[in-house]
């Protein structure tokens, strides 16, 4: 049910493009991709040997602009999370998930914006690996909620023939663990290269 109220979602934002009034000429469909730095965060994180781990992502937007100093933007990506363990086996969660983030982004200047938006995320796969006698030692986890919820905040510049550059943050809100009292979140740096047709 919450992935076919994202699509109605997705479709209501996209077709407010025809309504917009001003309509800036950069607006429209585009893609997005780079890397990611992830980590978990939180009370019962903080204690631990956590850093971030390297990761990615890719995928699509919709730039809607709405005047010309206000956009909305949401998108639709694959993104791998996870932390990294600073321990004998260097210990690792890969997290992957499908983020369906909504951006608000308000334009300072020409190209430079910032934005801010919620984040829902739906998890694809989960595994913990580490490093034991030379090998890659990998299992499947179940222990990870099925769904995240956060904030994204970052900064952007709209570059020349449709290019963009931007930096966020992630700021999950929802437990990365189901059935349980820990309190870990995914929390992580984004940096991006994307291109609007």
Request: cysteine-free.
């Amino acid at each position: 049910m919450k992935k076919i109220t994202l699509i109605f979602a997705f479709a209501a934002l996209i077709s407010l493009q025809s309504q917009a009034q001003d309509t800036d000429k950069n607006g429209g469909f585009g893609l997005r991709g780079g890397a990611s730095f992830f980590n978990f965060g939180g009370d019962d994180a903080s204690g631990n040997d956590y850093s971030n781990r390297i990761g990615y992502h890719f995928g699509l937007y919709h730039s809607l602009f709405i005047g010309n100093s206000f956009a909305i933007e949401p998108g639709l990506f694959y993104s791998v999370k996870g932390t990294q363990n600073d321990d004998f086996a260097n210990s690792r969660a890969i997290l992957k998930y499908v983020d369906v983030p909504v951006l608000f982004r308000f334009y300072l200047s020409e190209g430079l914006n910032i934005f801010a938006g919620p984040q829902l995320s739906f998890l694809t796969s989960s595994k913990f690996e580490g490093d034991l006698f030379g090998s890659t030692v990998s299992f499947d986890t179940e222990s990870v909620s099925n769904s995240d919820f956060g904030v994204l905040v970052g900064l952007g510049y709209n570059l020349p023939k449709g290019l963009n550059l931007q930096a966020s943050y992630n700021y999950g809100l929802s437990p990365v663990f189901k059935n349980s009292n820990v309190d870990v979140y995914n929390r992580g740096f984004q940096v991006s290269l994307g291109v609007t047709f």
